[in-house]
């Protein structure tokens, strides 16, 4: 597998019953799929991934947005805050994923704060895109 994505590794190796092997990672040079990029879509505003919580503390006077799976963040603006699912469903936080960074983009947000979702499923490419989108912004 180059990269997780819409379909879960469980899922996978469900239909085709036997263990999914990552494939090795390979130079920025001449990948054979996307898949191999370290970098892909990223907001223009540096984006950070970690305990919102205890890293928005240094942000503090700066205009942050984050990036949250279900819940909401303290001291946070709210039309600074995109939940990709209140209900904790981790296909509709992944449709939501890449319609909040564009969002995000058209604010006058300094810093984007965003937690790591459940390891699990297609959580797991959620992630990948997260650390993605941070890997192609090189102050992150």
């Known amino acids: 597998m180059y990269r997780t994505g819409g379909i879960s ?3 996978i190796e469900n239909i085709i019953q036997q ?3 990552p494939a090795p990672s390979s130079p920025q040079k ?3 799929t996307s898949g191999q990029l370290k970098s892909h879509y990223a907001p223009h505003t540096p984006l950070f991934i970690g305990d919102i919580d205890a890293i928005k503390k240094e942000f503090e006077g700066r205009k ?4 949250s799976f279900s819940k909401t963040i303290d001291g946070i603006e709210n039309n600074y805050q995109f939940i990709l699912s209140p ?3 981790l296909n509709e936080a992944a449709s939501n994923l890449f ?3 564009r969002k995000i983009d ?3 947000a300094d810093v984007i704060l965003a937690e790591p979702f459940p390891n699990e499923g ?3 490419a959620i992630n990948d895109r997260l650390n993605r989108a941070k890997a192609a912004n090189k102050n992150s």
């Open 9 to 11: 590794t469980e899922e």
């Open 19 to 21: 263990k999914v092997i």
């Open 30 to 32: 001449n990948p054979s």
């Open 64 to 67: 942050i947005a984050t990036i």
């Open 87 to 89: 209900n904790g469903n």
């Open 99 to 101: 319609a909040a960074l």
């Open 106 to 108: 058209q604010l006058d």
């Open 122 to 124: 297609i959580g797991r």
